[in-house]
């Protein structure tokens, strides 16, 4: 698989994602950190890539790059934002090879060296023809990954593609897990596989005869599909925790208004970069489902125990492997910290107790039930058939005061007195707001 990185990118479309037009081409290269030049060279070359993904489809079915930008709220999540994958995760010359692989094993059983025949016979002219070897590595990848299947023990081997599961669904079982896919890939922790194979099962269901898209049975949105681009660097990492290496990364703080800066190869455009380089090894990834953040939490050398917020983190590299011994230690120290982190906090402990109103009507008690689903550890305790109280020791109140404040009137603090006054303050800072213009309003 190829390591080029693709960080400029990630960032232009994060920001074409969230910011739509508000920028103009200056702004937008400045925010970038990147020239107007670049902004321009950049935004040809993501054009191009929706070009050639789309060069075999029907005109219908093609669209442009800003037609990618226009957002209905009810719609989920398209490839504007996983075509990326697709057009940059491999070389293009992979990217042909493979897709020739796999179009020549769907319909028959083949060996390495027939799949060498048909990628000569039918490789681009400009591009090199694959020797046995690499055939073979690609072989084997595809294998790993479960694209395709070895039907034989002895030499020489034979390869189909493996779509024996989808082959023996029926129309109604496809459709079935078409739906089941889409709501998932939507409400759940967002993930590329889960777009990729949503847009696989649309596929499939049109050479069956069917428009999903006009058999929708939901429609849902994830609100901050933008990062679904962060999972560009989770195997990275989570690569590098399996085999306890260090990571080095420039960190762009997303407090500083700064999302991306380019690599100082030239030194005719030589720039002081606004990141900060660090060393760090990596212990675990979190998720914060209320922000919709990727973290990376890890250990470095000088300053301990640290967390970056995974839109920041560009130019990743692969160092040194630790010690298991060192590792498990470090790993150990980091889950007592964080044995009672709403999200990520690792500061004092304190208890916060709550008591919440029950809704004043019949029906399902949906403040019961969020503060179940939500409230982790939290410890209910009855109190009256209005009210019910609530009791958490947990990291600091920085990450679970938002929680606590999405309640509104239905949440009442109790304790840690001081963070009560705290929401009495600002109850009465957004009263204020409401206060009449006119006495006779």
């Not at 993930?191 to 939901?218: A, I, M, N, W």
């Not at 150990?332 to 402990?349: F, G, I, P």
Request: hydrophobic content about 35%.
């Amino acid at each position: 698989m190829a390591r080029e990185s693709f960080d400029k990118e990630i960032q232009f479309l994060r920001m074409l994602s969230l910011a739509g037009g508000a920028y103009s081409r200056q702004q937008f290269a400045d925010r970038l950190g990147i020239s107007v030049h670049t902004y321009d060279k950049t935004l040809r070359n993501l054009k191009e890539m929706v070009t050639v993904l789309q060069q075999d489809l029907p005109a219908e079915q093609g669209t442009e790059l800003s037609e990618c930008l226009r957002y209905n709220y009810y719609e989920s999540a398209d490839p504007l934002l996983l075509f990326l994958f697709r057009a940059k995760s491999l070389k293009e010359t992979e990217s042909i090879r493979l897709a020739l692989l796999l179009t020549a094993l769907q319909t028959q059983e083949l060996t390495a060296k027939a799949l060498q025949d048909i990628c000569s016979e039918q490789m681009p002219t400009d591009y090199p023809l694959p020797d046995e070897k690499t055939i073979r590595g690609d072989l084997k990848y595809l294998e790993e990954v479960g694209v395709i299947l070895r039907v034989n023990e002895g030499r020489p081997y034979r390869y189909r593609a493996a779509n024996d599961l989808i082959d023996q669904l029926t129309d109604d079982e496809l459709l079935d897990l078409y739906d089941y896919v889409d709501v998932t890939a939507n409400t759940q922790t967002p993930s590329v596989q889960g777009y990729l194979l949503r847009d696989t099962l649309k596929k499939v269901l049109r050479k069956r005869g069917f428009t999903p898209e006009t058999t929708d049975t939901h429609r849902y949105k994830y609100n901050y599909h933008s990062r679904i681009l962060d999972e560009a660097h989770l195997y990275t990492i989570f690569g590098a925790i399996q085999q306890r290496k260090k990571i080095r990364f420039l960190y762009l703080s997303p407090k500083k208004g700064q999302n991306y800066v380019s690599q100082n190869t030239n030194p005719l455009f030589e720039r002081e970069s606004t990141g900060v380089t660090e060393n760090v090894l990596p212990l675990r990834v979190v998720y914060d489902h209320q922000y919709g953040r990727w973290y990376l939490i890890g250990h470095q050398a000088r300053m301990g125990i640290m967390k970056f917020r995974m839109e920041g983190l560009t130019q990743i590299e692969e160092g040194d492997a630790v010690e298991e011994e060192e590792y498990v230690k470090k790993l150990s120290h980091l889950e007592e910290q964080m044995r009672t982190s709403w999200v990520t906090d690792t500061t004092r402990a304190v208890t916060v107790a709550v008591r919440f109103f029950n809704p004043n009507r019949s029906g399902a008690n949906f403040i019961r039930e969020r503060v179940e689903a939500q409230g982790q550890w939290g410890v209910i305790t009855e109190e009256s058939d209005s009210t019910f109280l609530y009791e958490i020791e947990v990291n600091g109140i920085y990450e679970i005061k938002p929680w606590l404040r999405s309640f509104g009137s239905s949440c009442e603090v109790l304790e840690p007195r001081w963070l009560r006054k705290q929401f009495i303050a600002e109850w009465k800072e957004i009263q204020s707001y409401y206060e009449p213009v006119r006495e006779n309003i």
